[in-house]
């Protein structure tokens, strides 16, 4: 079975600061890898996904995130955040070739100060 | 706009009695979910379907229950509402053949079981 561990459960941070939201996650079998994000009193929206190819997946408004296997991380970084960032953060696994489903992480709340 | 319609938005419930939570999709997605979302645990899967016709049970299925008749319909049951189905419940969708791990959420219903 897969898990995730967000490692911060609040981040917080001023504008136009760096960031990087931790992720790690533990399976036995090749997994794919996503990052979604909840503004407030909204459903999740996928950000960014790794499935296979380059470790380093971006995303349209300025996140990254790195694949490292053998650290089992998958962290989110913004070089520079907005104020328009704040909002929680959802690391998920899904095995590679299992059912489609996800497993999520606890999240970290990203809450950018001016 | 196309995407998952959640009803009620929010509802205040006494123990003890039955609750249906409506999910309705127009994407034409195989794939239906329910996840609780609990502060400090992330989103935790309570049931699935990858078709119509079939369903499957997640992390934290007692307690509820869930069909699949059709397509666009994934309805949630709490036949006998306890406290700690108190929570925020969110239905998903996705299209599994055509793209990974990419799911579209509703926006939520806010359950109190009092």
């Known amino acids: 079975a897969q898990s995730v561990t967000q490692l911060d459960s609040q981040v917080p941070v001023f504008e136009e600061a760096p960031v990087e939201l931790r992720c790690n996650y533990s399976s036995s079998v090749s997994v794919y890898l996503f990052w979604y994000v909840q503004y407030p009193n909204q459903g999740l929206q996928l950000l960014l996904k790794?499935?296979?190819?380059?470790?380093l997946v971006e995303s349209i408004n300025g996140f990254e995130a790195e694949f490292n296997k053998s650290q089992t991380s998958f962290h989110l970084r913004k070089p520079s955040v907005h104020i328009s960032d704040t909002a929680e953060y959802f690391c998920a696994v899904r095995e590679s070739g299992g059912y489609n489903k996800l497993i999520f992480g606890a999240g970290t709340r990203l809450a950018v100060h001016p | 706009t196309a995407g998952i319609t959640q009803a009620p938005t929010s509802q205040i419930l006494a123990a003890g009695r039955s609750m249906t939570l409506r999910c309705t999709q127009d994407?034409?997605?195989?794939?239906m979910y329910w996840y609780r979302q609990d502060l400090g645990l992330g989103l935790r899967l309570i049931h699935y379907?990858?078709?119509?016709?079939?369903?499957g049970k997640g992390e934290v299925p007692d307690g509820y229950s869930v069909s699949r008749a059709n397509t666009d319909d994934f309805p949630l049951t709490l036949a006998s509402a306890v406290p700690s189905q108190t929570s925020v419940y969110f239905c998903?969708?996705?299209?599994?053949?055509?793209?990974?791990?990419?799911?579209?959420f509703g926006s939520g219903t806010r359950l109190t079981v009092v």
């Open positions: 379907s990858n078709t119509a016709g079939t369903t």
């Open positions: 790794y499935l296979s190819g380059s470790t």
């Open positions: 994407m034409r997605h195989n794939a």
């Open positions: 998903a969708s996705s299209d599994t053949d055509r793209d990974v791990g990419s799911y579209t």
